[in-house]
């Protein structure tokens, strides 16, 4: 586990409230549950939130709600992903009749596209990285009529996402109480949304990342944001080279420290939510394997919070 060095919870960014409001007047909107497994542990289940089998949604409903409002003439929105944030951009889309473009690296599993195009979205496949998709996805969001939506970087919509993702502590806060809350990172936009609930809270919060995509590690190692290689894991949501600027503030000051997984590890925290009778992708069991690691310290925290971000991609049930 790193142990971050620069943790100063009085420099996090205060968690904002307008989110919440809006997602309580879309359909079907319900807080997700809390599930606790046989230890006491406890999981905030993100395999099903507003008919989409990942938290992303929330981000992504609330940036596109504050983009048009700026840009009403948009017909366009654009994103760029591994599959959950381009599903849910491509989701909003439709609700509201707009076309949607999907940047999406060739190593993405085929169900990921079919999922996004299945919302409507025109599916562009690069031959690169995450962060190539990025480039493609700003580069278009650029053309009249279309808003980039990214959950990365720091525009407008990239912050707009962090605040979206309010919503998700704001129901943990009435649901349960712990002591410590665990979280996937990726770019870092959700945990950045973790450490500013956390900082209020008075609690620490602890991200999980892939040991080939640890890029808040070396990011919090450098005490500045570094890009580390990213050969490929199948925590497709995680895979990312380069922590988001929009949220690395509130990391830096805010996330108590890190624990790298592997797909192995991950793939027993799968079994073992299976046995719990919660069917979680391999980028939301990322932090029940970072809790089962031997030797990892998680100081006197007795009642823990694991964010399990998404539903299964392929097998519900892995072997």
């Not at 542990?41 to 981000?59: C, M, N, Q, W, Y």
């Not at 654009?78 to 849910?88: F, I, L, T």
């Not at 979205?121 to 995450?130: E, F, H, N, S």
């Not at 046995?275 to 939301?284: D, T, V, W």
Request: charged share 20%; aromatic share 4%; net charge negative.
């Amino acid at each position: 586990m790193l142990v971050n060095q620069h943790l100063d919870p009085r420099a996090v960014t205060s968690p904002t409230t307008a989110a919440a409001g809006f997602h309580h007047t879309l359909p079907g909107y319900a807080p997700t549950p809390v599930r606790p497994l046989s230890d006491g542990t406890l999981v905030k289940d993100e395999s099903d939130r507003l008919g989409l089998p990942a938290f992303k949604i929330l981000g992504a409903s609330w940036a596109v709600e504050r983009a048009l409002a700026e840009a009403p003439a948009t017909t366009t929105l654009v994103a760029a992903s591994a599959g959950n944030h381009g599903r849910a951009v491509a989701h909003e889309a439709s609700r509201r009749g707009l076309d949607c473009r999907v940047f999406l690296p060739e190593r993405a599993l085929a169900v990921r596209r079919e999922a996004i195009a299945g919302e409507g979205a025109d599916v562009v496949v690069v031959g690169g990285t995450y962060e190539e998709c990025v480039a493609l996805a700003r580069q278009e969001g650029e053309r009249s009529q279309v808003l980039e939506i990214a959950d990365v970087g720091d525009s407008g919509p990239a912050r707009d996402v962090i605040d979206g993702y309010a919503t998700l502590f704001d129901e943990l806060g009435r649901q349960a109480e712990f002591d410590l809350i665990v979280v996937p990172v990726g770019v870092g936009s959700l945990a950045a949304a973790a450490a500013r609930y956390a900082a209020r809270a008075g609690i620490p919060v602890v991200g999980a990342e892939p040991e080939n995509a640890a890029c808040l590690t070396a990011s919090l190692a450098a005490g500045e944001p570094v890009s580390v290689p990213t050969p490929g894991t199948t925590m497709a949501g995680l895979d990312c080279a380069e922590v988001s600027a929009a949220a690395w503030p509130d990391l830096r000051a805010g996330i108590a420290g890190t624990v790298t997984v592997n797909d192995d590890e991950v793939a027993a925290a799968r079994r073992e939510l299976v046995a719990a009778g919660l069917y979680i992708g391999e980028s939301g069991a990322a932090p029940l394997a970072a809790l089962r690691q031997d030797g990892v310290s998680l100081g006197t925290a007795t009642r823990v919070l694991l964010v399990a971000t998404e539903g299964p991609t392929g097998d519900p049930a892995p072997g």
